[in-house]
């Protein structure tokens, strides 16, 4: 299964940007998928994650509580992440993965797709 992240792009501080990761296949029942981020020199961030199929169980890293929303369509078979009140800070590559564990450690996910690059201006 490929994943590929897109919607990133430029924004101005303050602004919402939507991303979104399709995959190419079916993620197994009772996978996780996850949104990472990751600017140079840098290891990779977790910003959030949801069970695929039940969606019901969303899990966020602290900093992303309230700004950052990630949800799922399972007839599109399409991940998001809406981020909204974006600061600079937030500019990196966005990565979304797919693994079996409910986990913000990034060497638990198993499939990872291309990044896609948001940039926030100040």
């Known amino acids: 299964v490929q994943l590929q992240a897109y919607g990133g792009g430029l924004v101005q501080a303050g602004g919402s940007l939507r991303l979104s990761c399709k995959p190419s296949?079916?993620?197994?029942?009772?996978?996780?998928m996850g949104w990472f981020r990751q600017t140079p020199g840098k290891e990779r961030e977790f910003v959030a994650c949801i069970r695929w199929r039940t969606g019901g169980s969303t899990y966020y890293a602290d900093s992303m509580k309230g700004r950052f929303t990630i949800s799922r369509d399972n007839p599109k078979n399409t991940l998001f992440l809406q981020m909204n009140s974006l600061k600079p800070e937030d500019t990196a590559v966005y990565y979304c993965?797919?693994?079996?564990?409910?986990?913000?450690?990034?060497?638990?996910?198993?499939?990872w797709g291309r990044g896609t690059l948001v940039t926030v201006s100040s």
């Open positions: 993965a797919a693994g079996p564990s409910f986990s913000g450690i990034a060497s638990t996910y198993e499939m």
């Open positions: 296949g079916r993620i197994f029942t009772g996978y996780v």
